[in-house]
């Protein structure tokens, strides 16, 4: 397994920067690894948190200018109304070059990702920014794929090339970590709407059902 770019310490919320990739109607809905509901929570607390914490967002969609796909959702798009999309034709993010250009001018190195579907959209600039030398923490839960395989093993691809795997709830905790330190007030404004309704959502659909 490759070694670099390979994270030895936790995710500190100064040095990262959070990309969001093809949070749209119709791509969306070919989401069957994940509750939709769910992993459109998970994305837009996602969102909340970097707000919160300062965190440069990069936020992009395919195929819009060409008029085969819809802006960003809505829920999503309503957190972040001053973030510019950055729209592509290439299902490979990274292979545009205006994209490329909003990561570098972050100034971050240790790039939060998530995005549909898992297995193309997400996977694809993971892979290409590990070879470029930066660091990525993908979001799982705030991703879903054609199928719970696809989404799997796209996981493991991400990890194999030398993706840090992380959850929604973990990377929010693992941005601030202390409930002392100087971005605890901003935090409790996140976590404690995010987990009420993260188990609203989990009564409304049962494991049994997702």
């Not at 948190?49 to 300062?54: E, R, V």
């Not at 202390?178 to 404004?189: F, H, K, T, V």
Request: net charge negative; proline share 6%; glycine share 6%.
């Amino acid at each position: 397994m490759p070694e670099n770019n390979r994270s030895s310490g936790v995710w500190d919320s100064k040095e990262c920067a959070l990309l969001l990739i093809d949070y749209q109607p119709g791509v969306m809905s070919f989401i069957r690894s994940h509750d939709r509901k769910l992993v459109e929570l998970n994305a837009r607390y996602l969102t909340k948190a970097a707000l919160a914490f300062d965190i440069p967002i990069i936020l992009s969609t395919v195929g819009v200018q060409m008029g085969v796909n819809q802006p960003t959702i809505a829920s999503l798009r309503s957190e972040v109304p001053n973030v510019p999309e950055i729209d592509r034709t290439s299902m490979d993010s990274w292979a545009d070059r205006a994209f490329v250009e909003a990561v570098k001018k972050t100034g971050r190195k240790r790039l939060v990702m998530s995005g549909i579907v898992t297995e193309v959209c997400l996977a694809y600039p993971v892979v290409a920014a590990l070879k470029d030398g930066y660091e990525v923490s993908i979001v799982t839960d705030a991703a879903g794929g054609l199928t719970r395989e696809s989404h799997d093993v796209a996981v493991l691809r991400m990890i194999q090339a030398g993706a840090v795997p992380n959850t929604t709830q973990a990377m929010i905790t693992e941005w601030f970590r202390d409930w002392a330190g100087p971005l605890a007030p901003a935090a409790r404004e996140v976590i404690v709407p995010f987990l009420k309704e993260t188990a609203i959502l989990q009564n409304i659909y049962p494991p049994s059902e997702i």
